[in-house]
T-cell receptor, first 114, second 116 residues
Framework: KAGVTQTPRYLIKTRGQQVTLSCSPI?????VSWYQQTPGQGLQFLFEYFSETQRNKGNFPGRFSGRQFSNSRSEMNVSTLELGDSALYLCASSWGGGQTYEQYFGPGTRLTVT | AQSVTQLGSHVSVSEGALVLLRCNYS??????LFWYVQYPNQGLQLLLK??????LVKGINGFEAEFKKSETSFHLTKPSAHMSDAAEYFCAVTRNSGGSNYKLTFGKGALLTVNP
């Protein structure tokens, strides 16, 4: 089974621009979660989508948004980029049906904001 | 609210020595607990998980962890370190609330160095 894929792997943007990151979950998985990893704040939960609906949300400003498509692929969007948005953005997929909660992570997208 | 504390952000061991990475959690409801490993420039790989079955959990690459409710701990151990174990290790918790909760709360991580 193919793992979680994320595109692009690396991205450089300028402050004020917007960016869209993509995540394809493991086949059969219906839950996709997004995390931000920075040296200062560590790993922080952004949001989780299940069956095209946002099911859980972390404490991030409204500039961070996401969506999920009918094939479970997910995108996250960051508008009006700030320097502090530079981070590794990790996507994780899971079956999503409860009982077990292990998540399988992709390689991440490294976003640099200049 | 849940939280995870990992004591020791940098842990150094000799090859062949015992690896012990500490994790203490705080949760108002029964937790699910996980250990993940991250190699440089990669995502997170699941090592093992505790989901309220056996308290001693065995994972991949010879790692294991023991859930101790009285100590609110979930320490990760490996009897004999290998050079390939050098990486960053994260402990994570989520609620076992009977509903859907895929929000993982992570510790700050522990960077493991293995000396030859």
């Amino acid at each position: 089974k193919a793992g979680v894929t994320q595109t692009p792997r690396y991205l450089i943007k300028t402050r004020g621009q917007q960016v869209t990151l993509s995540c394809s979950p493991i086949s059969g998985h219906r839950s996709v979660s997004w995390y931000q990893q920075t040296p200062g704040q560590g790993l922080q939960f952004l949001f989780e989508y299940f069956s095209e609906t946002q099911r859980n949300k972390g404490n991030f400003p409204g500039r961070f948004s996401g969506r999920q498509f009918s094939n479970s692929r997910s995108e996250m969007n960051v508008s009006t980029l700030e320097l502090g948005d530079s981070a590794l953005y990790l996507c994780a997929s899971s079956w999503g049906g409860g009982q077990t909660y292990e998540q399988y992570f992709g390689p991440g997208t490294r976003l640099t904001v200049t | 609210a849940q939280s995870v504390t990992q004591l020791g952000s940098h842990v150094s061991v000799s090859e062949g020595a015992l690896v012990l990475l500490r994790c203490n959690y705080s949760s108002s409801v029964p937790p699910y607990l996980f250990w993940y490993v991250q190699y440089p420039n990669q995502g997170l790989q699941l090592l093992l998980k505790y989901t309220s079955a056996a308290t001693l959990v065995k994972g991949i690459n010879g790692f294991e962890a023991e859930f101790k409710k009285s100590e609110t701990s979930f320490h990760l151990t490996k009897p004999s370190a290998h050079m390939s174990d050098a990486a960053e290790y994260f402990c994570a918790v989520t609620r076992n609330s009977g509903g859907s909760n895929y929000k993982l709360t992570f510790g700050k991580g522990a960077l493991l160095t293995v000396n030859p």
